[in-house]
């Protein structure tokens, strides 16, 4: 007995259109070529439409945001007839989404979606941040053309493209969106994949009359569509993704590298240039017992005691021996003492007791950390406290530094360059970093994991100032 599926493909009317082509014309307004790609196997027509009709048209995320977000990430397919057929949705040729309530959008806020430039660097980090504030509400993430859709297209583009920072955009949007509309993001992701994917393996797909006409009349649009510079074949993508993480390779060896010489360097300048300038010391000590009272004996003593405290405190900077020696706790203690000192910003400080040794990487990339952090703090946030805290448990040790100074309500705030390499030493020991700000100030969060170990919770706490 046939199935109530085949009847639908099987019964058709003067003009050759079946049942279930009528039904997706219905739905979109226009019958896309896309659907009839397969006449001797309807079946496969049927299913494919309920997929669509399941992730994209049925999906409850709002129908404006999907369409949008399904142009923009159609612009990275080099097979140009999906975001030309949507493009044409989101002009009003056809329901945009499938909704006959969604309005059109005018050809200028097509080019400006279609110019908008995937984010990278800098760019990206201002959106993983913007995804911290969890005060956005959904209603402004969707908002089309709002600087809130464009942080979730931008991530979600990163995701959709497998980039390096796909793990982060990935963490950052199940936080921004909450678990159940990130999951429905998902399910859209993987229908516009699979439907460029249908497009590539159907080269004798065509253009509707419809869409050709659109892309003649509207040049600036046709130019979007047509030559896309972010549009690139699947060969290139992953030779893209191949010298990313070739990059990211070269970046390790190159963090490595820096550090063995900040270690040699600190080496050369305390043992070398520090004890010179002991012997200069002491040198300047005998000849001041030999002629008592000698004014300029006297202040180029105290020329050399200035130089040799700086040259010490400037190679325990570049690598400090107590890390090496003591661990992490003392040398947090020595550093956030000597930032106090120096900046004038009283800082608290929170150890949990016995911290232990956690490993030569762990307590090297922390401390990396909370360097790059303070000096933010003392650029950038104009706060006169800041705290840090460190603790561990059995699976992983977490440092947070957090100010009170200029953040910001939308989560974009000024960070130094640093921010980058902070996140790639985290992520190289699978660990997390997290950044959020408000207009009260900004918490900077590193989790890393840990071999098992004993860590008791008990903390001690001490205060710097200058």
Known sequence: MATHETKLNSARDGEGTSELETQIERRFGVLPNFFRLTPNNPEITAKLWGFASFAYLDNPL???FKERLFVYLSR?????YCIARHVGFLAGLGRASGDAACPPQPIEEIVRLLRRPLPRARDLERHLLRCADDRVPFAAWAEAGSDAEETIFGLASHLFLQTADAPACLDALRSALGDSRFQYL??????????????????ELTLEDDIKQLLATHEALAECVLADPEAVSDDVGRRLL???????????????TQEEERRH???????????????????????NREAPGNRNLEEAAQITKTCTEE?????HLLHPALLEDLGLAPAVGWYVEGFATRSGILAKVEIAEPLGRLGKEIELVLFRVLQESLTNVHQHSGSKTVSIRIGADVQQVWLEIEDQGKGSANGSIRLGVGITGMRERVENLAGKLGISSTQSGTLVRVVLPLAPAAHAPRTRSSAAAS
């Open 62 to 64: 709002p129908s404006l």
């Open 76 to 80: 990275f397919c080099e097979v140009r």
């Open 186 to 203: 998902l399910l859209l992701l993987a229908f516009v994949r699979n439907a460029h994917y249908w497009t590539k393996v159907h080269p």
């Open 242 to 256: 191949d010298e990313l993480a070739s990059l990211r390779k070269f970046w390790n060896r190159l963090m490595q």
């Open 265 to 287: 360097i600190a080496r050369e300048l305390h043992d070398s240039v520090g004890q010179s300038l002991a012997g200069v010391s002491m040198t300047l000590g005998a000849a």
């Open 311 to 315: 040259i010490l405190a400037l190679s």
